[in-house]
């Protein structure tokens, strides 16, 4: 009796056991879910502004080469010189195409001397029209033949097509050049026609009209704004980047600038029917900032996160404007993003 007592004690205790086992796990919390807190999206209004960035340049930039192959003789400037309008930058070695020039010089009075005899022949009735003419022909190839090495000749040396400066110089004496390699990047900086080169969206740059204002900043200067229009619209996306580029220009003030130097753009747009779009979200919301884009995570239904890509406008002292991405969102993840992934269970705290 008392064994059958201590299996019925034993077995009791191994369900009150398994009981406070199944509790304690009901207790645990699910850590796939991960709390966040969320801000619904408003637009902030719509706005004929465009932000955008780009660097520097100006609309006279030349990549300089020699016309013929040879080995680059002298070099007679180097990276950041000041150049004036004609100004001797480089020449080859002129040996061969001065051999290749009195070659030609001698056949050319060569064939000068021929048509003199065989025209004086033709005088005397001894020698007949079509040799008088066939010598006349090889008079002006000859002659041909010698303005073609001339010219050559002529551009077998580089000059400086403006004044400015050089940004780049991309070979060195000694060195074997081949027909129009770069050896020399120029520009006009001289003349001031500075511009700020930027890209845009398809859908910014069907908004964007020659003339429309502008305002630069400029980061090297403290972001200092100056006057500005827009100059050129490219007819075609860059290859590279797949935006469309657009160049502003200044209007007033020419500050001192360098090429390749980071600069900020708002083009004021006027075409009214062409508004877009902004949203604000404050800093925290923002993850993996890079140039004018950025990722955030967003929800639509309180349960499931989505990492998407967004544009941005502008950076202010308490928010970020968002110039697109946004449009089909309904709440974003103002904290709590850094542990998320796409897809992520959440839930939403106050």
């Not at 004496?173 to 930027?198: C, D, H, R, Y």
């Amino acid at each position: 009796m008392k064994a059958v007592h201590n299996i019925l004690f034993a077995c009791v205790t191994m369900i009150a056991a398994s009981c406070s086992v199944k509790q304690e796990e009901k207790k645990t919390p699910d850590t796939s879910v991960i709390p966040v807190k969320v801000m619904n999206l408003e637009p902030t209004g719509n706005s004929a502004s465009i932000y955008t960035s780009g660097q520097f340049t100006t609309n006279d930039e030349a990549l300089l080469s020699f016309k013929t192959g040879g080995v680059i003789g002298r070099i007679y400037v180097k990276e950041g010189d000041e150049v004036k309008t004609g100004q001797l930058l480089a020449t080859l070695n002129m040996t061969e195409i001065n051999a290749q020039l009195e070659v030609a010089r001698i056949a050319y009075e060569k064939a000068n001397r021929d048509y003199q005899r065989v025209e004086n022949l033709f005088k005397d009735s001894v020698a007949t029209l079509e040799q008088k003419q066939n010598v006349k022909t090889g008079l002006e190839i000859a002659r041909q033949q010698l303005a073609a090495i001339e010219f050559n000749r002529e551009y077998s040396q580089i000059r400086a097509p403006y004044g400015g400066y050089v940004l780049h110089k991309l070979a060195s004496e000694g060195q074997v050049a081949g027909p129009g390699i770069p050896v020399f990047q120029v520009n006009g900086a001289k003349s001031g026609t500075w511009m700020l080169k930027v890209g845009v969206s398809d859908k910014e740059w069907t908004a964007i009209k020659i003339g429309d204002k502008a305002t630069v900043m400029i980061a090297a200067l403290n972001n200092k704004e100056f006057e500005g229009e827009v100059c050129r619209r490219s007819e075609g996306a860059d290859p590279v980047t797949g935006s469309f580029n657009v160049d502003v220009k200044f209007s007033k003030e020419k500050p001192s600038v360098a090429t390749g130097m980071f600069g900020k753009a708002i083009i004021h747009t006027s075409a009214k029917n062409n508004t877009a779009t902004t949203w604000a979200i404050p800093y925290d919301a923002l993850l993996d900032g890079d140039g004018n884009t950025g990722y955030v995570f967003v929800t639509n239904d309180g349960q499931n996160a989505q990492k998407i890509k967004v544009v941005i406008a502008s950076m202010e002292k308490d928010k970020i404007t968002i110039a697109d991405g946004l449009q089909n969102a309904h709440s974003i993840i103002v904290s709590g993003s850094a542990y998320l992934t796409d897809s992520s269970k959440i839930k939403v705290i106050n």
